[in-house]
């Protein structure tokens, strides 16, 4: 796709357009109308179901750190403080929450590091990654740290991880969440990831990039309106040079695995075509075993390149999480 394509393709899929039926759904959930014009384009008739899945509250959920204390024994010892708790199916380490009596984030447990507090989508998203053990790991994007922190558990402290995050007191947090977790073996380095400056090629890279959050209005209702389509847009540029810098920091045979909590499709699909356009040598591989959604395949006239149909989505009407997209990639050359 030469530049005069992606800019044919960019007019297509950022025009604000709505039709009536989106201004009238629009106006009910508290939407700006291009978001929901979105929803009808993609999904037809299970768009109102979006809508009224992100009406629906979460629970909170949280991740047992196995790195510091059995599941087991954080089940009992948060059911002898009164909470209860449940397994969730498709997540190793992940409880939903049913009954609090306090803050989960106020507990003896939560200070002392037994457990992380995670949605569900997001800590699916390393899962799907398979950090693997003694990899060194790039998490471009990092703070406060659920996905770092999930990383390190699941290699046992083993992975070398470089951390990124540019704002101070956003690092602040994840220093004290790989801290609190008992984790040993990270760096964290304060920059924007577009300028890192690495010398040596990483086996792994974490892109949880930073986007709309529109994937999770069930937890923030502000998203319905906050992001204008021209700030969507500026957020899928960046993300677009995230991606880039991330596929070319790892070597032949390294993975990136790109998430973006969002259900746009310029927040996912899009980014990965775009991406794909001048790398032959990066496959997608969809992982087996996980609830996810196809993603989309072609958006308003746009036929997304067919490697994207390797990456997934998760949406709250349909899995009952945040909205997420994840891609898993691999560079074979
Ligand atoms: N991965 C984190 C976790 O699981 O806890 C959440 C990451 S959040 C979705 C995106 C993060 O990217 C934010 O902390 C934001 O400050 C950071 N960010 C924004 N612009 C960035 C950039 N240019 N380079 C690296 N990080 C950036």
């Known amino acids: 796709m030469d530049k005069h394509e992606w800019e044919k393709g960019d007019e297509l899929i950022f025009s604000d357009r709505s039709t009536p039926e989106a201004r009238r759904l629009a106006e009910r ?74 803050s989960p984030g106020a507990t003896h447990e939560y200070l002392k590091g037994y457990y992380y507090l995670q949605d569900p989508g997001s800590m699916l998203v390393v899962y799907i990654m398979r950090p693997r053990p003694s990899a060194t790991i790039l998490d471009m994007a990092a703070a406060p740290g659920g996905k770092s922190t999930q990383i390190l558990q699941l290699t046992r402290d083993s992975a070398l991880l470089i951390a990124v995050e540019p704002k101070r007191d956003r690092v602040r947090a994840l220093r004290s969440n790989l801290q609190r977790m008992g984790f040993s073996n990270y760096i964290i380095i304060k920059s924007d990831a577009r300028n890192l400056k690495l010398n040596v090629k990483v086996d792994q890279v974490l892109l949880d990039a930073p986007s709309s959050g529109e994937g999770i209005i069930r937890k923030d209702k502000r998203r319905k309106t906050k992001t204008a389509l021209s700030d969507l847009k500026r957020i899928h540029y960046l993300q677009l040079e995230l991606l880039n810098k991330a596929l070319d920091a790892v070597g032949s045979g390294g993975s990136v695995t790109y998430a973006a909590c969002s259900t746009a499709v310029e927040e996912g699909e899009y980014v990965v075509h775009k991406v794909l356009q001048d790398r032959d040598y990066v496959a997608t591989e969809r992982p087996a075993g996980f609830p996810l959604s196809e993603a989309f395949e072609e958006y308003r006239g746009v036929k997304f390149d067919d490697r994207v149909k390797g990456c997934g989505r998760l949406f709250p009407h349909r899995q009952g999480t945040e909205g997420f997209f994840i891609c898993n990639m691999r560079r074979l050359g």
């Open 29 to 102: 959930y508290g939407y700006l109308p291009y978001i929901v014009e979105r929803y009808l384009e993609l999904l037809g008739g299970e768009a109102e179901e979006l809508l009224e899945a992100n009406e629906e509250p979460m629970s909170e959920t949280i991740r047992c750190n196995d790195f510091k204390i059995s599941c087991g024994e954080l089940e009992a010892r948060l059911g002898e403080a009164g909470f209860e708790i449940e397994r969730v199916p498709f997540l190793p380490h992940g409880y939903i929450i049913t009954k609090a009596p306090i």
